[in-house]
């Protein structure tokens, strides 16, 4: 007889993702540093920031919608098995490096230069791009093992949420190849990525899009909207 898969709570899961990520951030705040400036040029030093604040500022959004999707997924979430466990180490590396591509981007846009801009540009799109990927086999594992999920979780419900991660990779791929031209239009498609991802942390089909759409139906009368 095969041995028995071992299943532990995931409540230390959590607690050591909740870790990371905070300590990502405290990395991120650590690199906005006063530059060095002559007595009575404060202003003007406390200006030369703006790319560094930006890039934070980026990057912050960036691991809280993080934190939102990996706390709307480990709500339903009641156990971990070691799959589980490399899948979520997995989410955590590509979140971990975010301050490189960070720094990257809080160089160029302070340098100035257009090709430096676009290759930071392009590196931190190609980041969050791989950020999204990391969550493709997440959904359909935890599907095909309902031993993991809380009583009463819907498999219907992480079966439509296959699709967020891929939607966000195409989007994060789509904002790396418009980089190379302009990076404003990389931060308008990153924008809508995080957008998206942010407002179906708890489901394509119970977040807050989702909410709207059906308010939407009811009030027109819309045929098999249930009140």
Known sequence: M???VRLTESTRVEAFS???MAIVITILVLELRVPRHEPGRLLGALESMWGSLLAFLISF???SVIWLNHHGLFVRVRRVDRTLLWLNLGLLLNCTIIPLP???LADALQGG???DLRVAAVLYALTAALQSAAWIPIFPYLRDHPELAEPGGSAAHLHAQRIRPWVGVGIDA???LAAIVSPVGMVVLWTFSLIFLAATSDGVETGYIAARWRSRRRKKGAPGVAP
């Open 174 to 176: 789509a904002a790396a």
């Open 102 to 104: 960070t720094a990257i």
């Open 2 to 4: 095969a041995p028995s």
């Open 61 to 63: 959004l960036r691991v």
């Open 18 to 20: 909740d870790a990371v």
């Open 113 to 115: 230069d257009p090709s």
